[in-house]
């Protein structure tokens, strides 16, 4: 499997330390701001709040960490104003890789970017430059373990999803945004616990790498995602099985 899904799978594997949840919540609760300022405290009216929020109880965020940062959001108590850029680039092996940031301050965030991606053996391109290969698309991973593929089969299709493949030991669901809410309701009502679930932005195509620049690539991408104000990175590699085993990922 390539891209955005490969590298959560990485991820989930590897585990988070305190210093990256500790991070990750800072952004998770920036994240949860701004969607509350730009469309209200309900998340059942707004549902960029409820896919924000549904990513911070994924992260185990704490229930009033949470609901702190949607009060800050509503009520006008934090005065920062962020708005979201793209950067954009290509990593090692000619790879696609596009960051998308919640900044209160372009400046700082534009060199800081250019400096990671150049680190990493990446070049930072203009505006555009590769954000037309990616679309939007909802990721919905279910556990193997929770339903066998008759019934994944039938709630993913039957719901309007574009795909679902098996993956090692989770099932992928890919649909359209609109058909998003309508699959996850349709696991929840099935009783079929979900592992993540979230709009990403998904490659048309992809580029194969080897295990040299899969690895410069991996790097690159976590660098960029340790940055204060990325929220979220997509890239269009694809590393076979093979060449991932030989990585030790």
């Not at 919640?102 to 990493?120: C, G, Q, S, W, Y």
């Not at 490659?203 to 040299?212: H, L, N, Q």
Request: aromatic residues 6%; proline residues 4%.
């Amino acid at each position: 499997m390539s891209g955005h899904s490969h590298w959560a799978r990485i991820k989930h594997k590897k585990g988070v330390t305190d210093a990256r949840r500790g991070r990750l919540w800072s952004k998770l609760a920036r994240n949860i701001i701004v969607a509350a300022k730009r469309g209200g405290g309900d998340p059942d009216q707004n549902l960029t709040l409820r896919y924000a929020i549904d990513k911070a109880k994924g992260a185990n965020m704490p229930k009033d960490t949470i609901e702190n940062a949607v009060k800050k959001g509503v009520g006008g108590g934090e005065a920062t104003n962020y708005e979201t850029v793209y950067y954009e680039g290509y990593g090692p092996g000619g790879v696609a890789v596009l960051a998308e940031a919640l900044t209160d301050n372009r400046n700082r965030t534009a060199p800081e970017i250019k400096k990671i991606f150049e680190r990493h053996g990446g070049n930072i391109g203009a505006a555009g430059c590769v954000q037309w290969m990616f679309s939007s698309k909802g990721l919905i991973m279910v556990p193997i373990a929770a339903a066998d593929e008759d019934k994944i089969g039938e709630i993913a299709l039957e719901s309007g999803a574009d795909d679902y493949v098996k993956s090692e030991d989770i099932w992928e669901i890919v649909c359209e945004p609109a058909a998003f809410e309508p699959i996850r309701e349709a696991l929840a009502k099935a009783g079929i616990q979900t592992q993540s679930a979230e709009i990403i932005r998904r490659p048309s195509t992809t580029v194969t790498v080897d295990a040299e620049n899969g690895q410069k690539l991996l790097r690159l991408i976590e660098a960029i995602e340790d940055q204060d104000d990325i929220q979220n990175v997509y890239s269009n590699f694809d590393i076979p099985d093979d060449v991932m085993a030989a990585m030790g990922n």
